[in-house]
């Protein structure tokens, strides 16, 4: 139990602080690009705008998922919002495959929809929603933060980092992923370790290794997309057999790289090097079931402890 040292009371206190701005200045940067993709969208003539903007809400949405219920409204209306952004953007990937082999009308029309479809997006109101959530729940954050509510919050988001990257060591373990969810579980991976860095004290080896997993599953999830666009439209016909191939190689790309990241992922949770962290990794953590509910400081390797 902390003592009577006022220096000492107030180390948690700072510690949680500099978390709290840090998740507050990175929500800030994110709505600014949202602001800024906008325009890029109404403008029409930026072909990376939707790439960004799905890019942009994951990145928000990874954010706040360690962070539990204190943005439940925003992940949702963000989610909403990639769901009307993604079949947009799989137009958009599938244009640019077909006019670079030449078939001009077919990605011409796909292109024409896609923009008819980012309309829509800028136009409707479900960005307006994600920007109204924004501000509230910066508001509530804020407000949260005041009453003291989120003092372990720091401590919780670690948690539940650690039983992300534990759930997706689990499974690949098994070697029998379903590679749809296999590549939304490493994305979430990714842009966790990314919004967290030093909670999750992920290491550059995995942080590449989850890099080069998430590419190689996006290579044949493409491919997945556009065999079964053929099965829509005759004039894609001639495209199948290329496309299964090379899909067949993508997904063979994808097994080796997932092998590599399941190697790396267990010497990343192996507790030899959980105990190898330095000191300055630690946080604050409550540990429950203690009547005082003292404050102690503890390793990475203690974040399995049941909160």
């Not at 700072?14 to 890029?40: C, D, K, P």
């Not at 919050?153 to 070697?175: D, N, T, V």
């Not at 790289?257 to 409550?286: D, G, Y």
Request: proline letters at 4%.
């Amino acid at each position: 139990m902390v003592g009577g040292d006022p220096s000492a009371m107030g180390r948690p206190r700072r510690l949680f602080m500099s978390f709290a701005n840090t998740v507050v200045a990175q929500v800030l940067g994110l709505e600014t690009s949202l602001y800024h993709i906008r325009a890029r969208l109404q403008a029409g003539t930026d072909k990376e705008a939707l790439h960004d903007l799905r890019i942009t809400l994951r990145r928000l949405r990874s954010l706040l998922r360690p962070l539990g219920g204190t943005g439940e409204p925003l992940i949702r209306a963000a989610s909403e919002l990639g769901r009307l952004a993604g079949p947009a953007r799989d137009l958009e990937v599938l244009a640019m495959e077909l006019q670079r082999r030449g078939f001009l009308r077919a990605g011409k029309t796909r292109s024409d929809e896609r923009d008819r479809r980012c309309e829509n997006i800028v136009t409707g109101g479900n960005l307006e929603q994600v920007f109204i959530e924004l501000e509230r729940w910066s508001r509530n954050f804020r407000k949260a933060e005041r009453n003291g509510r989120l003092r372990y919050l720091g401590g919780k988001a670690a948690c539940r980092l650690h039983k992300q990257f534990s759930r997706l060591a689990l499974e690949l373990a098994e070697r029998r992923y379903d590679p749809h969810r296999m590549r939304i579980l490493v994305k979430r991976a990714r842009y966790a370790a990314e919004a967290y860095p030093r909670l999750s004290l992920v290491s550059p080896e995995l942080a590449e290794a989850l890099k080069r997993a998430q590419t190689a599953l996006g290579d044949w999830h493409d491919r997945d997309q556009w065999i079964q666009a053929t099965a829509q439209s005759r004039e894609l016909g001639p495209l199948q057999a290329i496309w299964k191939r090379e899909a067949e190689v993508a997904l063979n790309n994808a097994e080796v790289e997932l092998l590599k990241l399941s190697q790396t992922l267990e010497e990343h949770l192996s507790p030899k090097r959980k105990m190898a962290m330095p000191s300055s990794s630690l946080i604050v953590f409550r540990v429950e079931g203690n009547e005082q509910r003292s404050l102690f400081k503890l390793r990475p390797v203690a974040l399995a402890v049941r909160t």
